[in-house]
């Protein structure tokens, strides 16, 4: 069974770093496309960084570009997402997602999944 686990999260204040881990077991991540998003209470998921298999390209929505940076060590098998100046708004619920989405945020087309690590931002 193909198990994506999250680590990394916890609880900051406004301006501090995270950094959030996704460790792949079962499962080679080195083919895949992968993204991390976030869901706050009472609000739709979101995606927030994608990266392709190489690693080469990545994009982040203007709401984290600047401040999120995702990345991958294939020979790891683990994605990442580093946070810099994280903000109240960016509390969320945060997963990591691999597949082969034909553009970054289709979520129905990332076909594992991780269970979500907690980010908690306090002003």
């Known amino acids: 069974q193909v198990q994506l686990v999250e680590s990394g999260g916890g609880s900051v204040q406004a301006g501090g770093s995270l950094r959030l881990s996704c460790a792949a077991s079962?499962?080679?991540?080195?083919?895949?496309?992968m993204g991390w998003f976030r869901q706050a209470p009472g609000k739709e998921r979101e995606g927030v960084a994608f990266?392709?298999?190489?690693?080469?390209?990545?994009y982040y929505p203007d709401s984290v570009k600047g401040r999120f940076t995702i990345s991958r060590d294939n020979a790891e098998n683990t994605l990442y997402l580093q946070m810099h100046s994280l903000k109240p708004e960016d509390t969320a619920m945060y997963y990591c997602a691999a597949g082969a989405p034909r553009w970054t945020f289709r979520e129905a087309e990332y076909q594992y999944w991780g269970q979500g690590t907690q980010v908690t931002v306090s002003s």
């Open positions: 079962r499962y080679t991540i080195s083919s895949a496309y």
């Open positions: 990266i392709i298999p190489s690693g080469t390209f990545t």
